[in-house]
């Protein structure tokens, strides 16, 4: 063999340490890839399953919360539907709350079936019922929702502990298309829902749902090894139910004795590999080319002088080969062996770096591995900073590290977290960005107002160009880096890091640092949206402010510290009377700005450490806590709601305002939040003061006050339905002149089996509060309109029945035309007998409204009423603009007549308006031939009161009809009359 193939075999051996590293290095990087890939799938599976194990605790307390209400306790159908269509209303990650019954009969549900639903053969429900506490059923597509569900039921159980009922949540499995996006998974990637059973119940992507419904466990091996192994989680590599070959991550969603199902989560194990050849091929590409040069120049080389020479290169390579990469042929000439030295010199130079890049590389997802598992388990923004800073010093061998966050309001660059040596160079440059920074090249300023990564590799050769390299310098820096965090397209912050070693930061290494930003601010992203949806579960959407739940726990809590110091808590309860006047007549956007003010000065009137919480619609509740004395307690509730402002100016309106509030005070009033707030309410609503802001505090009293209105609203409630108990009186209306009857007020009545003759001042509030004004006056409505066609059947066609008309009514959008309908059912083409009546203070609420649903009415031949005309505030240049034809004069100034001259005075002016405006005059509450000699004298038209006839049932008033004309009584009753709709 000649001495020239030894040569080349001598050279070929030399390059074998190289080709060694290259294969190592390429296997490291590709378990180092597969490892990342295995670490983000699982990552997004392993975040999925604790997003699912939160929303399993979070609906349990929801249960829990749900089986202490009345309404479901008690199985009241209507209200329970209601309760549970309100709390679905609020809660969008619940596709349905419901109640079973015992025989497994949906009772209520906030989704009302079509038809009724038995659920007995859920298995949710069997292990309720044969276990009597709380079960967690199969993910399965809702009988009621049609979606893919998780259900959670509990049983509520009577003394005897018998299930007495069982309520239940049904949880979308909506989330996993608002997880994906999230994830940063590459394309192609899929995640699966699937039950115990291995059936797809959701999967993203599948816009078209044609997954939905198949079975892995026969069409992919790796779901049906996993659902058979019991393991609660594991990554695996295979084909997919569409074919598609990934690498999958599947976890067990519960417990392993009670497991929900399992999520997949797959991405595909293409790109794994393409990662890996562009890294590998060009490493391949520069040995074939290195080992070609070598090989020429050792072909070359075999002159003379080669074997001393040789020798020389033989030692340098034998302790390359032993992994000193440092070593070098000192061969000086310019024949072949000493270009074959050189080769190997620059080869081992080559390798060097490689080696010290490797290590860096080996560094870098040694930070990324660390700062990933951070985000998995940190959920506080501020730790997780301060950890990514302390793992990239550490682990990245760097000198120092800082993360820094813009002030959206200000610009400002604040300090969030750092670690190593270092922090007083951000004081001095980076913690002011601005123009002139820019302008001057800091790398923290440009990459934050640019949007771009910034990289200096040579510090101590580029600090004669700027002034501020120097001084990195002097901090030991010799390469910056510094990358934007970003959130959405915008940057947030940036991220700083600074080595003591030239040149760290140099491909590839900037695209591992660039992808550690990126997961930083994921990290970020993901603790933001986490604090979000928090805040939406715990504060209300409008104003902002602590909703029921958060007030309760913030009042349990507060008393929590109150016991053992003795202190007090007070609770007060606000409520805006009338507050769906203001809905009505302004419409919600006017009433959730009036809400939205009124929430903002509550803020700024309490203490700090009080909680200022919207409970529902128009009631808030302020929490008063450490509290010295009830005493305090008193004062406090009553400047609060007595400074809250009764006028509101809002979308160029002035708002009136009258609050109710009502107290309730620990300990004396109740012993934890629910008792407090419950005992507030009650004084809030049962109240009996009627001023402006009036305050109520509890007592025994308002409780039974307050459960004999609702057994009040109840018994009416049925009074109407029934329509037995109901029945109209009517009150002629006689001519002053002529004592001839030329009208009728109708006037409701209400005879009790329970409560025996009710008064209307009693039970006309409470329809008017509970909205069963609306279904009592069309019962008026209809009665009224059937007595006229009785009469006119015996041959009173004249008669001329005046009814009610509340506010509620006319505002409603259908009301006019339903009158008109009631009355042409029974009237003859062009007669109209019936007449509304409008109270005075009602008609001035949303005016031209007014005017034109008046006009309607004038058109269709009713004849229009003021009633209590003097007790409101009606402007005479709209008075004159309102189609009316007759003035009622209150009662009250028509008792005073001859008394007060003040009264008669009103009455005289109210007299002579009509008569200028040409409309006639009715006296209310006429009880004194005296008082009708005045009237008379006036020129007021017509009389009504006691002194003529008290209200009548429709069989007496029949009679007096007949007769046509009514003579004063001399001597009649002296007692006010009670007038309702």
């Not at 044609?210 to 069409?219: C, I, P, Q, S």
């Not at 750092?418 to 123009?435: I, K, N, Q, R, V």
Request: hydrophobic fraction near 45%.
């Amino acid at each position: 063999m000649t001495l020239r193939i030894r040569l080349l075999l001598l050279v070929l051996l030399a390059t074998l340490p190289a080709l060694a590293v290259i294969i190592d290095t390429a296997i490291d990087q590709r378990r180092h890839l597969k490892t990342d890939a295995q670490q983000s799938v699982l990552k997004f599976a392993r975040f999925a399953v604790s997003y699912h194990g939160s929303r399993v605790a979070e609906t349990q307390r929801l249960l829990n919360l749900m089986a202490e209400m009345p309404q479901v306790r008690e199985l009241k159908t209507q209200d329970c539907s209601t309760l549970l269509k309100d709390l679905l209303f609020g809660n969008l990650g619940y596709a349905n709350f419901g109640v079973i019954r015992p025989n497994g009969d949906v009772a209520c549900a906030g989704v009302r079936p079509a038809a009724p639903v038995n659920l007995a053969d859920r298995p949710y429900f069997q292990a309720v019922m044969q276990t009597r506490r709380l079960s967690v059923g199969d993910y399965q597509v809702g009988r009621l929702t049609n979606k893919p569900v998780l259900v959670i039921a509990q049983p509520l159980l009577n003394t005897g502990q018998q299930v007495r009922s069982v309520v239940y949540a049904a949880l979308n499995l909506d989330w996993l298309k608002l997880f994906l996006p999230l994830s940063e998974l590459p394309p192609g990637s899929a995640v699966t829902v699937i039950d115990r059973h291995g059936v797809i119940l959701a999967r993203v992507p599948d816009p078209e749902g044609h997954w939905t419904g198949v079975n892995l466990e026969k069409d992919v091996p790796i779901a049906r090894q996993f659902i058979v192994s019991g393991q609660g989680e594991t990554v695996k590599q295979g084909r997919g139910v569409d074919g598609v070959q990934r690498i999958y991550a599947l976890a067990r969603l519960g417990p392993a004795a009670d497991s929900h199902g399992y999520i997949m989560v797959g991405i595909p194990s293409g790109e794994l590999d393409a990662a890996l050849n562009a890294a590998l091929l060009p490493r391949i590409a520069f040995f074939s080319a290195a080992l070609l040069a070598i090989m020429l120049l050792a072909w070359f080389g075999s002159e003379a002088l080669i074997l001393k020479r040789t020798r020389i290169l033989t030692t340098s390579t034998r302790q390359m080969g032993r992994g000193d990469f440092s070593a070098r042929a000192r061969i000086r000439g310019n024949d072949e062996i000493a270009h074959l030295a050189a080769e190997f010199n620059q080869m081992g130079e080559t390798l060097e770096k490689g080696h010290r890049q490797i290590q860096r590389l080996n560094r870098i997802h040694a930070v990324l591995s660390g700062i990933n598992g951070a985000i998995l388990r940190i959920r506080e923004r501020d730790a997780l900073l301060r950890e990514a800073c302390q793992i990239a010093v550490q682990r990245g061998e760097l000198r120092f590290a800082w993360i820094g966050l813009i002030d959206a309001a200000t610009g400002k660059m604040d300090k969030a977290a750092w670690h190593g040596d270092g922090e007083g160079y951000l004081h001095d440059l980076c913690l002011s960005p601005h123009p002139e920074a820019a302008n001057e090249r800091q790398p923290c300023a440009v990459a934050a107002l640019e949007d771009r990564f910034v990289i200096h590799n040579e510090v101590e050769r580029e600090q004669a160009h700027a002034p501020w390299l120097g001084q990195a310098l002097a901090y030991g820096f010799r390469s910056v880096a510094i990358f934007p965090l970003r959130r959405e397209g915008h940057v947030i912050g940036i991220l700083g890091l600074y080595a003591d070693e030239a040149h760290f930061f140099e491909a590839p290494e900037t695209d591992l640092f660039l992808e550690l930003a990126a997961d930083i601010s994921l990290g970020l992203e993901y603790i933001d949206k986490d604090q979000r949806i928090a805040h939406m579960l715990y504060h209300d959407l409008l104003t902002g402010l602590p909703n029921r739940r958060l007030c309760e726990d913030r009042l349990q809590q507060a008393i929590a510290h109150a016991k053992p110091h003795k202190r007090y808590v007070g609770v007060i309860v606000v409520n805006i009377t009338g507050f769906r006047r203001v809905v009505g007549i302004y419409g919600n956007h006017v009433a959730d700005e009036t809400l939205s003010m009124v929430a903002k000065h509550l803020l700024g009137q309490v203490r700090q450490g009080d909680t200022v919480a919207r409970l529902e619609g128009d009631e808030f509740a302020i929490v008063l806590s450490d509290m010295a004395s009830m005493q305090d307690v008193i004062r406090l509730a009553q400047f609060l709601v007595s400074a809250i402002p009764s006028v509101v100016h809002c979308a160029e309106q002035d708002i009136h305002l009258v609050m109710r509030g009502g107290v309730a005070i620990y300990p004396g009033d109740g012993e934890d939040s629910t008792s407090l707030l419950k005992n507030a309410t009650l004084a809030c609503t049962g109240g009996k003061d009627a001023r402006l802001h009036s305050i109520s505090f509890y007592s025994s009293d308002i409780q039974q006050v307050a459960k004999e209105r609702e057994q009040l609203e109840q018994a009416l409630r049925h009074a109407i339905a029934e329509g037995r108990e109901l029945e109209l009186y009517y009150q002629p209306v006689v001519d002053i002149a002529s004592h001839r009857i030329v009208s009728l007020e109708a006037l409701s009545r209400w005879n009790s089996p329970e409560f025996g003759a009710v008064s209307p001042m009693r039970f006309i509030p409470v329809a008017e509060e509970s909205g069963l004004i609306m279904p009592l006056g069309d019962w008026v409505l209809s009665t009224a309109c059937r007595q006229i066609d009785a009469w006119r059947q015996l041959g009173l066609h004249e008669i001329r029945v005046a009814i009610n008309i509340s506010f509620h009514q006319l505002r409603e959008a259908d009301f006019i035309e339903r009158l008109c309908s009631t009355v042409n059912a029974i009237t003859p083409q062009g007669l109209n007998q019936l007449a509304i009546e409008l109270t005075e203070s009602e008609l001035m609420d949303n005016i031209e409204m007014t005017i034109s649903q008046l006009e309607i009415l004038k058109d269709r031949n009713f004849t229009i009423y003021i009633d209590d005309f003097g007790t409101g505030y009606s402007s005479l240049s709209y008075l004159q603009r309102l189609p009316v034809h007759v003035l009622k004069i209150d009662q009250s100034f028509v008792g005073m007549l001859g008394k007060s001259e003040s009264s008669t005075a009103i009455v005289r002016t109210v007299v002579a308006l009509a008569q200028s405006l040409k409309l006639k005059t009715i006296a209310e509450g006429v009880e004194t031939p005296e008082q009708l000699a005045l009237l008379q004298q006036l020129g007021c038209d017509y009389a009504q009161g006691y002194l003529f006839s008290r209200p009548k049932p429709a069989a007496e008033i029949t009679r007096l009809l007949k007769m046509g004309t009514l003579a004063p009584e001399l001597d009649p009753p002296h007692e006010h009359q009670a007038v309702a709709p």
